[in-house]
């Protein structure tokens, strides 16, 4: 078979995914519930692999609402890629994306251009988790579910999450796992590097996410310790893209890429 044949009958695989698995989490939420709290008994003692920008906004709101870095850290990733003037579809702002006017008036903010201020939003957001937090008595995946979906929809116990509410608490696990882990898979001993220093290589483009991160999950298996990863665009559409860190490991990407049909 033919790279392009085979990069053909990966795609369409995934194109024929059925649409009811879009906002259905990879992992089961009793699963994901107990990783969430393993991760909290020990988050305070947890640090971030990279230097991820805007480093002073984050330690300062951590320490002042009493919340672990990483978490923050996870959570702006996901929700922006670290990009202070991020806007969602929603009307949603910033590196932990805010609603405006609704949630960001309830947290003090009556200026969007405020909102819009790095650290002001860092921190609004780190306020907004520790409430929630409180609601859901520590509950970290019901407090994140929450984060998404309002709190109003999440059960503070017992109960059935929406698919979309469990959809996003892993997606935000997926994101935690890169602030611990850094753009391997496995833990380095040397200095943390810049965020904004790492490489990315634009592989292709989904308009849906299950279908970035089902070929994600289907090609990283073949990777080993390098990490493919995927990313929300501002137009709603999200890209597949390799990480690496320096030019072995971009040419060791290319060339497992290109045995897949991918040129």
């Not at 939420?29 to 991820?52: G, I, S």
């Not at 003037?85 to 609704?102: T, V």
């Not at 201020?117 to 937090?133: H, S």
Request: charge should be positive; aromatic fraction near 10%.
């Amino acid at each position: 078979m033919s790279r392009l044949s085979r990069v053909l009958l990966l795609l369409t695989a995934l194109l024929v995914i059925p649409m009811a698995v879009a906002k259905r989490s990879p992992i089961a939420p009793a699963v994901l519930e107990a990783k969430w709290q393993n991760y909290a008994d020990t988050a305070n003692k947890t640090e971030p692999a990279m230097q991820f920008p805007h480093e002073h906004c984050f330690q300062h709101a951590a320490a002042a609402h009493d919340l672990p870095e990483t978490l923050l850290l996870a959570v702006a990733r996901g929700e922006s890629d670290f990009k202070p003037r991020a806007r969602s579809h929603a009307n949603a702002y910033g590196l932990m994306q805010i609603l405006w006017p609704g949630t960001a008036n309830h947290l003090g903010i009556h200026r969007l251009s405020d909102l819009m201020k790095p650290c002001t939003n860092v921190d609004a957001g780190a306020r907004y988790l520790k409430e929630l937090l409180e609601h859901f008595d520590g509950n970290l995946h019901r407090a994140l579910a929450a984060y998404n979906y309002g709190p109003s929809r999440i059960p503070v116990s017992g109960g059935q999450l929406p698919e979309g509410a469990v959809w996003y608490s892993s997606y935000i696990f997926r994101h935690l796992d890169f602030v611990l882990n850094g753009s391997r898979k496995k833990k380095h001993n040397t200095k943390p590097r810049l965020y904004a220093e790492q490489g990315r290589l634009y592989i292709i483009h989904f308009d849906r996410p299950y279908r970035a991160a089902a070929l994600v999950d289907s090609l990283q298996p073949d990777f080993g310790d390098l990490r493919l990863d995927w990313f929300r665009r501002s137009d709603k559409g999200f890209d597949v893209v390799f990480l690496y860190e320096d030019e072995q490991e971009l040419e060791r990407g290319k060339r497992l890429l290109m045995a897949r049909g991918f040129q």
